[in-house]
C-alpha cells in the first residue's frame, strides 16, 4: 500500500508524518485531536491576555494546612480606613447618607455583559467610590471601571469555574476581594496590579470586613467553614477560627463596643468569635439554613433563617430578646436605621418595617405581581429616607422608608439578584444573564 504522507499543525507546533497507513489513520486522527485540545487549552491558560499573573509560579492549592500567601508586589501605602464595605458598614446595616431622595431614574450608562460562557449570575455587589467601580463576576474576573463606564481593568481570577461572589472591600489604595476558588486577593485600585493572594481554603463566598489593619474572611471547605483573621498588609493569617459545622455563606459583622465577630452557616447556626483570640462559640442555632448576613446595632444582632424567623440576639449574654415569625423563608439580610429604632426586611413577595427593640411590624408593601428580590438599601436623608429593592424581577423600586408607599419602579436590562450601590446621586446595579452593570441617576 502506498504510504500517506500528513502534515499536521496545531498552534505553532508542526510535524510531519510518514508512512501512516489506512488502517492507523483512526488511531492517529484521535491523538491529534486531543493533542490539539492539549495545545489549546494550555494556550488559554496562559495567555496574558486572559490573566495578570503566569499560573506557572501560582501555589497549587491543598488541603489543611493551607499554603502561605504569596507577596507579589510591594504595597507601598499603609493600609487605611474602609471607603466601601459590605451593606455599608462593619456592623453590616446597610445604610447609605445622601442629600437628596430619588424622585425618578434616568439610565448613565451600561457595560457589555459581564458573566460570558460559564455562569449567569452576578452576586457580587459594585463596590463604589471616588476612584471608580469594581466589581467582581461569576466567571472568575474581576473589573474596575471608571465613573463614565469606560474599563480601567480587568483581573481574571485563574478559574472560569469559580469566579467572585462576594464583594470587594476597598480602603484609599487597595481592593480586597475573596474568589470561590478559596483565594484572597490584595489588588492595587491604580492598576489592578496583584499586591498578595492567599489560598485560605475550598471557597470564598461571603465579604471580608476590615478594621484596624485586619481582614475578617469566611472561608469554606466542602463540607465545613470558618473565619480567618488576616493582616491586611501582607495576607498573613493572624489566627484561623474553629470549624463551625457548615460553610458558611454570611458575611462577618462586627460588634466594636465587645469586639465579637458574628457568622452564621447553612445549616442554621450562629458563631460569636472573639475579635482578638478568634476564640469561638455558638449563640443560636435556627431551624433551617442561614444564607443572610447578620446586622449588629446595641449590642444585638439581628439575623434570618429559612426557618422563616427573625432574631434579636444579645451578643454579649449569648441569649435570644425576641424573635419573630414570617409566612415566607427569609432569605434577606436586616437593613437597620439605628437612629429610628427601625428594621427593614424583605420576603419573597413583601417589604416589611418593623421595630428593632421587640419586632413589631410597623408597615408592610406587598409586591403579588412585582416579587422582591435580595436585600434593601436604606436611604437616609437628612429629613427622609426612603428604600431600594429589587422588584418584579427586572425592576427597581424605590419605597418611603416612613410608611411604606411606593414612589419610583424603574426597568433594568435584566435581573438583580444581589443589592444595588449607592454613591454620588447614582446607584449601580450588577445584573445577570445578558446584561451587565447598569448605573441611574436620580
Known sequence: MRATSLITCCGQKCSRLNMIKGPQIKYFLAFFVLYCLVVFVMAFRHNPHFQTINLDSWPTPVKMPYTHPVQFSKPGAPVTAPVFEYRGNNKRQGWV???RQPKSLTEVWKTEPL???????????PAVDASGVYVGS???WFFKFDHQGKKVWSYFASSATKGFHATAVLDENFVYVGAYNGIMYCLRKENGELVWAHQLGGFIGS???????????GVETEKDGFLAKLDARNGEIVWRGTFTGAPVHSSPALDEKSGTVVIANIFGSVSAIEE????????LQTGDAIRSTASIANGVAFITSYDHWIYALDITTKKVVWKKEYKESLLSSVTIDQDSNIGYIATTSSLFAFSLQDGHSLWQNDFPANPTAGTPVLLKGKTDSSLLIACGGDSLCVVNAKNGKSIVRKKMNGTLNSMPSVFDNKIY?????KAGLQVFSY
Do not use: R
Open 97 to 99: 447618607t445622601v442629600d
Open 115 to 125: 458573566n460570558i460562557g460559564v455562569h449567569k449570575a452576578m452576586k457580587s455587589v
Open 138 to 140: 461569576d466567571s472568575g
Open 207 to 217: 465579604s471580608a470586613l476590615l478594621t484596624k489593619n485586619f481582614l475578617y474572611v
Open 276 to 283: 482578638e483570640t478568634g476564640n469561638y462559640s455558638m449563640i
Open 429 to 433: 446595579v450588577s445584573l445577570q444573564e
